[in-house]
């Protein structure tokens, strides 16, 4: 079993409530536009860690991050890269490779926008864990924490904190 905490676009802002909401967490993912190797380095130092770079990241942390992810987690094939779009609109760039091999749980970030969507004509889940960084256009900052088992993804929960007040919720997956 594996806790994993997953951020995307946090734009050089690591918020501090982070260690404590992923103190629980055996792992944390991040989905892009890290903005900082400051931000990596937090990160890394906290807990393990799996990242790809976004289209704000700079040459240093391109050299140490790859564009792509695609690893087996608890019997779970994942695919993480920023920009992908999601279900019924993928980006060009990543649809040939999911409709080729569609992974379990296919991660992007980019939007700002949270999103968890099943993919019934792929049998896989989308997650976007929206903008977990201060800035850009969104108002609320995001992310996801979830488990996964034996081949299951479980207990998945959206995290907001919306001037600074910090909400937790349960999502169904199915």
Known sequence: MQRIA???DTHAFFDTRFYELFACV????HAGD???EEVLDMMVAFKP???VYGNVDDANIRLRLPEMLRFDCEGVDVLMTHIGGYPGRYDARIQRKIFANPPRLFISGHSHILKIMNDSQLGLLHINPGAAGKFGFHTIQTAVRFVLDKGTIKDM???ELVNGELKVENEKVE
Do not use: P, T
């Open 26 to 29: 055996d792992q944390i993912w």
């Open 49 to 51: 860690v799996r990242a």
């Open 6 to 8: 997953l951020l995307s």
């Open 34 to 36: 890290i903005g900082s």
């Open 157 to 159: 929960e959206v995290i």
